[in-house]
Nanobody, 126 residues
Framework: QVQLVESGGGLVQAGGSLRLSCAAS????????VGWFRQAPGKEREFVAR????????DYADSVKGRFTISRDNARNTVYLQMNSLKFEDSAVYYC???????????????????WGQGTQVTVSS
């Protein structure tokens, strides 16, 4: 079983930066790919970024490519999402999720993820 807790959200001005953390409990966390998703009010949840279990493969949504960076520290059981050049449209609740299967490269589809955190709010003021 994997439990996830996000932190690092907050209020920031457009153009600013935030770093989100996803801390995990459970011995098997390091075997799982992790994704970040976000959901804005009135919108569907959308893929943001993912990282493979080893941390050697990453992928990003086009809307955040070049601005966001996902990374992981398996020794600390933590995945990070560094968000730079934030825009008003980045405002949302951000969720991290761990994929169901072990030793995976990850997926852009939220249904592939079984373990979810409670979310952290990111608000970007224009």
């Amino acid at each position: 079983q994997v439990q996830l807790v996000e932190s690092g959200g907050g209020l920031v001005q457009a153009g600013g930066s935030l770093r989100l953390s996803c801390a995990a409990s459970g011995r098997t966390f390091r075997r799982h790919a992790v994704g970040w998703f976000r959901q804005a009010p009135g919108k569907e949840r959308e893929f943001v970024a993912r990282i493979s279990w080893l941390g050697d493969v990453t992928d990003y949504a086009d809307s955040v490519k070049g601005r966001f960076t996902i990374s992981r520290d398996n020794a600390r059981n933590t995945v990070y999402l560094q968000m730079n050049s934030l825009k008003f449209e980045d405002s949302a609740v951000y969720y991290c999720a761990a994929e169901r299967d072990s030793y995976s490269l990850g997926s852009n589809q939220d249904y592939e993820y079984d373990y979810w955190g409670q979310g952290t709010q990111v608000t970007v003021s224009s």
